[in-house]
């Protein structure tokens, strides 16, 4: 669908009528808007350290596990530490959900350019069904994956080693 481009006239209303949209919003509005999307950015900050953190320790763990013959204790440990790791990303997940869901995208909608909101709507399309055909899976494959599903994939699969070695032990 082809949609023609504004006219001069309705650009410049358009202009005049966001001018207008921001000049009545209450002083500070932009600061706390920053301050907000700030706070966004650190949490997603603090997330990555905890998942360098927790992937270099699973990591020698793991490598402890196939080199020596440890203790069924030290899987136990890993599996543990990975429970750890999976519902912290998951309060992070939660805490930021609730920054931009509660705070930074109702903001939004009262300013003239809604930059998170335009591009999560662009990134979330149509959910696609799982099929068993390589057209489906190509497409499903294809689609967008939310970082935090993706990376909580990880600390599953370290507890999968875990769960493998603690098994081969009995």
Not at 33 to 50: G, I, K, N, P, Q
Not at 86 to 103: E, I, P, Q, T
Not at 110 to 130: C, G, H
Request: glycine fraction near 2%.
């Amino acid at each position: 669908m082809d949609v023609d481009p504004p006219t001069p006239a309705e650009a410049a209303e358009a202009q005049e009528a966001a001018v207008d949209e921001v000049a009545q919003l209450p002083d500070h509005y932009f600061e706390l808007y920053s301050l907000a999307v700030e706070m966004a950015d650190r949490t997603s900050a603090r997330r990555l350290t905890a998942n360098t953190f927790f992937v270099t320790v699973n990591t020698g763990l793991a490598a402890l596990l196939g080199a020596h013959s440890f203790q069924w204790y030290v899987a136990v440990a890993g599996m543990v530490l990975c429970v750890a790791w999976w519902a912290l990303l998951k309060s992070y997940r939660d805490l930021n959900d609730a920054k931009f869901n509660a705070v930074i995208n109702p903001m939004e909608q009262r300013l003239p350019a809604r930059i998170f909101s335009d591009e999560w709507a662009a990134l979330k399309r149509e959910p696609v069904k799982f099929a068993l055909n390589r057209s489906a899976i190509t497409q499903w494959l294809g689609r967008y994956w939310e970082l935090g599903v993706v990376e909580r994939v990880v600390p599953v699969v370290f507890a999968l080693i875990y769960l493998v070695n603690l098994l081969s032990r009995l």
